[in-house]
């Protein structure tokens, strides 16, 4: 995978570099570069204030699953462990955004830029796809998953799975399995997950 260069605050302003304690009620997110399970070798755990946790993958440019819960230890130095229960994984569209006017072709070129931290430590990745910058920060409220995207403008779509097709919300046109966003409205979008009541 691509080295990662992530673009982090200052040290005073960033997360501690040591294991936190694992509350759920801290005010900041805290960002943990490790392996993590059914992702690739160059992945970012990122734990929310809230109490919700999700795993980006830089190797291959992508969001993979989201957990209820905290980041463990990683005694074995192998693999980060989950506390907690993932409630969604995005494994059966593919690649989910698609750059151009044809939705069901996949991106040719994923390159990983890496990410900045904002003041409450919760980042934002960038990358190109297809030649087209991408920048996604993601969001957790009450298990609701909202990716907020900026991009330098392009058509672009988001694709759902037909197990996930109801429970998907987005700021652009639905066609089929497919958010469609281009023009203005592809410059800055949003698209959310809702997961199923209790």
């Not at 059966?92 to 069901?104: A, H, I, N, Q």
Request: net charge negative; charged share 25%; hydrophobic share 35%.
């Amino acid at each position: 995978p691509p080295v990662m260069t992530p673009k982090e605050l200052a040290p005073s302003a960033a997360a501690p570099a040591q294991m936190m304690d694992h509350s759920i009620h801290m005010d900041r997110a805290f960002v943990q570069r490790f392996f993590m399970a059914q992702a690739g070798p160059a992945s970012v755990a990122v734990q929310l204030p809230g109490g919700y946790s999700y795993c980006w993958d830089a190797g291959a440019g992508r969001f993979r699953y989201a957990w209820k819960g905290t980041l463990g230890d990683h005694p074995d130095r192998t693999v980060l462990k989950i506390v907690g229960d993932v409630y969604y994984r995005e494994e059966d569209v593919g690649f989910p955004l698609r750059v151009g006017p044809d939705p069901t072709v996949e991106p040719k070129t994923i390159e990983f830029k890496g990410y900045t931290l904002d003041a409450k430590g919760v980042p934002e990745f960038e990358q190109t796809i297809d030649g087209v910058t991408v920048y996604e920060r993601i969001e957790i409220d009450d298990g609701r998953i909202t990716r907020r995207f900026r991009t330098n403008g392009a058509t672009l779509w988001f694709a759902v799975s037909a197990e996930n097709n109801e429970r998907f919300t987005a700021t652009g046109t639905k066609e089929g399995a497919f958010y469609k966003f281009t023009g203005p409205a592809a410059k800055e979008f949003t698209v959310t997950y809702t997961p199923p009541a209790k």
